[in-house]
């Protein structure tokens, strides 16, 4: 059946509104960063005027932007990957290990999903800036302090136990009586099963620790330490700089989770689905 | 090698015990079936002697070594699961050597077993897929395999044919028995297919709500079950029973709703009154059309008729009774026969305890009177 040419045009119109929703302000962004002509702030430009690609250069080099991008790598790098070790092992414990209070354990580690992260701000400052025994030094100050409290996080570790709750039991059972230990039951047998999974809580940890701002804003109190999200908020405040390059910056800060998340789309989706059908 | 030995061994689940003291010897070498309706223990049993359960108390020996408290991988067993259990991102190959990969023998020693088990159970051209490119025959023989490569003391079997059809299933089973009398391997056998049972095992031990109901060979749990279940669950079509009074001075059997009495078989020495339980497999009736006397009076109620093998039902006073023969049968539904009883092929019970009352041996007078 055709539909009739009004129709036609109100669903044109529709969608043409939704896509300047969500495209316009990206749109937006992306021509202010290439515009050579300053705008005041508050102010953004809808079309380039005289292109240059000298924002995003004064961006990443003269506020060092390239330092801010340094940073958030390497919390971003240490944190996912410890995150999925420790949920990983997390998860183990909790859907295979029958061990007294694991009904408490598991609704402790639930319960910090409740917990805002304002309130626990104050009192993650007061723990970072104590002298830590065996260490005896505060991590005050620190990458540790940026990376250390969000190693564990409730999600993945409740994401990765409801997938190895559904590995069959026998194999595991099979694989004890072929003579594997905990470790090689998890790595050769537990681990290689639930592979959409951990690309799954690899790439929800990644851009979970990448968009933390209260973090690093309470635990570290150095130009040189602070990731892109705080610096990029301190840039912001600054009356001298334009919005052409705060936009720039912006943009750059954005990039690293656009190409993980391209990168590992297929996975991510694949992920999803499975952890929904699965329930 | 190695024989098996459970001594007095139980298990409960939080405090609901599924398996009560339970003893059994299973020799060297040995082809033991356990079987039992389901929620009998019989895998639980089976999981103890793996080493996947603990048991609560009692002892298990393999191999003339305690291993109540080992864990599976030091009981030099291996098992074949019901569901397979082949690891699914490994190949044919990869899952065959994960046992030997684990204990670290050399290269070449995994892989001239690995073919040499292969070309055993004919996989030689599966090795590099993985379990899900292969049919439920071909898991089968992998998980065979995979159990056969490690050389274990003993094989556990969990139901392994249950998920294969039934052609498949007698082909196998045959599978099973030859690789058996080849490696003579000590092997416990879980099943509920008493068919199975018979046609594998040298010894069965028949479970019922966690506690062993009888050990032996197919044929005396045949012949001579110890109790009304094993008689009743041993067997195909099922054994009839019927009630009885011993009447005439212990000389007869009353079947009191039929108005039957049947000479008391040879052997029993029961007091006048006394109630019975008496059983007869249904090869050891025989429909008859015409007045016969010590005959149980009954209706033919269906024919069923496989080809080989003819079974009959009919109605009697004293309840539903089957009739098997190997011959065809011409009889029709609402025939009136009357069944004749096989002399000395009644089973008798306790009525009230279910156990079957032991004749006398037949009377030999003296060694001279046997030459």
């Known amino acids: ?279 | 090698m190695g024989a098996v030995k459970l001594q007095n061994v139980c298990k409960s689940f939080g405090g609901h015990d599924v398996i009560k003291d339970v003893s059994i010897d299973i020799n060297e070498g040995e082809f033991c079936v356990l079987i039992g309706p389901s929620g009998s223990g019989k895998s639980t049993l089976l999981r103890l002697i793996a080493g996947l359960e603990e048991a609560t108390s009692g002892r298990v020996e393999i191999a003339d070594r305690d291993v109540t408290d080992l864990p599976a991988k030091e009981r030099d067993i291996a098992m074949v699961f019901q569901s397979y259990a082949l690891y699914p991102q490994m190949s044919v190959r990869d899952n065959m050597s994960f046992a030997l990969r684990l204990a670290r023998r050399p290269k070449d020693e995994i892989a001239r077993k690995i073919d040499d088990v292969a070309q055993m159970l004919g996989l030689e051209a599966l090795l590099d897929r993985l379990p899900k490119e292969l049919s439920g025959g071909q898991r089968q023989r992998v998980a065979m395999g995979r159990a056969i490569v490690r050389n274990p003391a003993v094989f556990l079997f969990d139901e392994p044919l249950s998920n294969l059809d039934a052609k498949l299933r007698s082909q196998v089973r045959g599978d099973i028995r030859d690789l058996h009398r080849k490696w003579q391997t000590t092997s416990v056998y879980v099943t509920h297919d008493q068919v199975e049972a018979m046609t594998m095992g040298e010894k069965i031990v028949v479970l019922r709500d966690g506690q062993v109901e009888q050990v032996g060979t197919p044929l005396e749990l045949y012949d001579q079950p110890d109790c009304v279940f094993v008689a009743s669950f041993i067997g195909s079509p099922a054994i009839n029973m019927m009630q009885a009074r011993v009447g005439a001075g212990g000389k007869t059997l009353v079947l009191a709703e039929a108005e039957v009495a049947l000479p008391m078989p040879a052997g029993y020495d029961l007091r006048d009154d006394q109630d019975v339980l008496l059983g007869i497999r249904p090869e050891y009736l025989e429909a008859v059309t015409g007045h016969v006397d010590h005959a149980l009076p009954a209706t033919v109620h269906a024919v069923e008729s496989t080809g080989s093998d003819t079974t009959v039902i009919c109605n009697s006073p004293v309840g539903q009774v089957l009739i098997a023969s190997k011959s065809r049968s011409d009889l029709a539904p609402q025939q009136k026969v009357f069944l004749r009883f096989t002399e000395g092929k009644e089973i008798l019970f306790d009525k009230t305890t279910e156990r079957r009352i032991v004749p006398a041996p037949r009377p030999v007078s003296s060694l001279a009177d046997v030459r």
Do not use: C
């Open chain 1, 1 to 279: 059946m055709k539909t009739s040419l009004p129709l036609r045009v109100a669903k044109f119109v529709v969608y043409a509104i939704i896509l300047l929703i969500f495209v316009g302000p990206f749109w937006s962004i992306v021509m202010t960063a290439i515009s050579g002509v300053s705008l005041k702030p508050g102010q953004l430009a809808l079309l380039p005027q005289s292109p240059t690609f000298d924002n995003f250069k004064v961006a990443f080099l003269d506020m060092r932007v390239w330092r801010y991008l340094l940073n958030s790598m390497v919390v971003v790098s240490f944190g996912t990957i410890a995150q999925v070790v420790v949920s990983a092992l997390a998860a183990y414990a909790l859907a295979r290990k029958k061990f007294r209070g694991a009904a408490i354990v598991s609704l402790l580690i639930l319960s910090t999903l409740m917990l805002p992260e304002e309130v626990i701000a104050i009192p993650l400052y007061l723990v970072t800036i104590k002298q830590l025994p065996v260490i005896d030094t505060s991590i005050y100050n620190t990458y540790f302090a940026m990376i250390l409290p969000v190693v564990g996080w409730a999600f993945s570790i409740f994401m990765l136990t409801e997938f190895m709750r559904a590995v069959p039991k026998e194999l595991e059972e099979a694989a004890r009586i072929d003579g594997a230990n905990d470790w090689q039951v998890f790595g050769h047998v537990i681990l290689p099963l639930i592979r959409p999974a951990l690309g799954t809580v690899l790439i929800f940890g990644f851009i979970m620790i990448w968009d933390q701002y209260l973090l690093p804003l309470v635990v570290i109190n150095d130009r040189d330490l602070e990731t892109l999200p705080v610096a990029l908020a301190s840039l912001r405040s600054d009356p001298s700089i334009t919005p052409n390059i705060i936009v720039a910056a912006t943009l750059i800060a954005m990039a690293p989770s656009v190409i993980v998340y391209l990168l590992l789309q297929k996975h991510f989706n694949r992920g999803l689905m499975a952890g929904a059908v699965k329930g």
